[in-house]
């Protein structure tokens, strides 16, 4: 269909139309026909013919109860009959891979003006090709699957394979090698955790928390012990499809009776007679994934101790969806194994040797998730921001409330905090090796992560409060409020709870005093 022409019109021309059947409004210098929309407006009819409205310029009133983007959705969109002369509209729909110019809304390192010591030019072209691959292949998909809880889609999968997200989502290293990364614009010896960090940053500006754990949170825990304690045949087997997106795998760990509490598993695997099988009985709770992975990495427990153990989906093994506060886009499930028979050569690590295969991964996935906390946290601020200036209470807008200012003072501390805090430790993870990085960093990762998830339950909290009863609705103004105040606590929870690793930082200090330290 022909797009329609739209014309010219003085303040003059639209104050004639101000009655309930002919009834015109002016929004950011765009001229809407609303004689029978008024019908069909979620929010009445009263509103619009108001005297103050109708006819009128109803920006600031507009703005004060609407997203920008309802007025991108055709069916609004076709309102519009005309534009203001001599009047540019100035409010305009987000654009793809654009920065953000809100102070506060991005880190340092990408606001225009500023500089850091940690980003080279390239990690700088890389995060611009990163941003705009996700506004255009993953943002829709997200709020669509987020709100419909459906895994996010295979086609979405598919170009993260072909980039090689998948792949650099585990990190630097020697499963790089020989892959083009985001069509060649990193080379994978020069790939760093910065690399990485950018990568797990932009991701959570889809601003939905089940998809993103849907787009193979699971993976990003469950494949590194096969990585590192897969045999080679193993290895050729599951890598090449996981990373491509085509087939799927998560970690399971947790039991309806331990969680934290991993010597207490009460999954077993026992040795088949011949002893070239274990036979898996049991079940896990809240795993990532698990509603749709193809391959399960399985903490047992066996005569030995704790064995970890790589499970193909077939005869035995069950899942089903976990209803959680966020969206079963993240597929998370409850898994039974049922007398499932499992080749031996599919232990991963030593036989008994399993917490040793767990614990090696902890480190990387806690510093993931103080990269996408820190991040998220930054959106809120965005959000809050623009919601404090548009709104208007008691005749002024609510940032010019001292109050107000002070909770998004709050906020802009803790932001600014965890994310410099963040690239401190990312840049010690650059100049450490794997082992080094184990001894010196898991008390440092586990506080960091404590601490930004700390952060982001008070930074949920004040944006509620700003945002009123919208903070609680989940569409309109404050969804993206009532989304991240749901679902903050899942940070503080996996990967290791906020009490816990703060002390677990702890304990490692007092390891480390040293014998001779007095007063
Ligand atoms: C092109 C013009 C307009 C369109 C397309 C439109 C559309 C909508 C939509 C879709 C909603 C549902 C809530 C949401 O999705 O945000 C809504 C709610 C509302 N609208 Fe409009 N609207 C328009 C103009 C106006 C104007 C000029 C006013 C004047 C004050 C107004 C007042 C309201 C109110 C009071 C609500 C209820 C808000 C709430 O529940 O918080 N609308 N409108």
Redesign the pocket.
Known sequence: MAAKELKEFTLEDVAQHDKPDDLW?I?DAKV?N?SR?KDL???GIA??TDNE?AGQD?TD??YG???HE??ERPQ?KR?QIGTIKGQKSVIYDHVVGEVSKVPYAEPTWLSPGYHSPYYSDNHREFQKVVRIFIDEVLYEDAQAHEEDGKRPSQIVFDKMGEVNLHAMRLGPGNHLKGRTLMGGIVKPEEFDYFHELIITQELVRVRARGYGDGLLGGKVIGLPPVLTFGSDELKAKVIPDVLAGKKFICLAISEAQAGSDVMGLQTTAKLSEDGKEWIINGSKKWITNATFADYFTVGCRTDDGLTVILVERGPGVETRHIKTSYSTAAGTGYITFDNVRVPVGNTLGEVGGGIFVILSNFNHERWVMCCSSARSQRSIIDECLKWANQRKAFGKPLISQAVIRSKIAGMIARAEGVQSWLENITYQMTHMTYKQQAQKLAGPIAILKSHCTHCAQETARDAVQIFGG?GITK???GQFIEHYYRTVTFDALLGGAEDVLADLCVRQAVRAMPKNARL
């Open positions: 409004v929004i809407y609303l929309f407006h979620p929010g509103v619009l409205i109803a009133a507009f109860l609407h997203r309802v007025l609004y309102l919208r569409s309109g103004m």
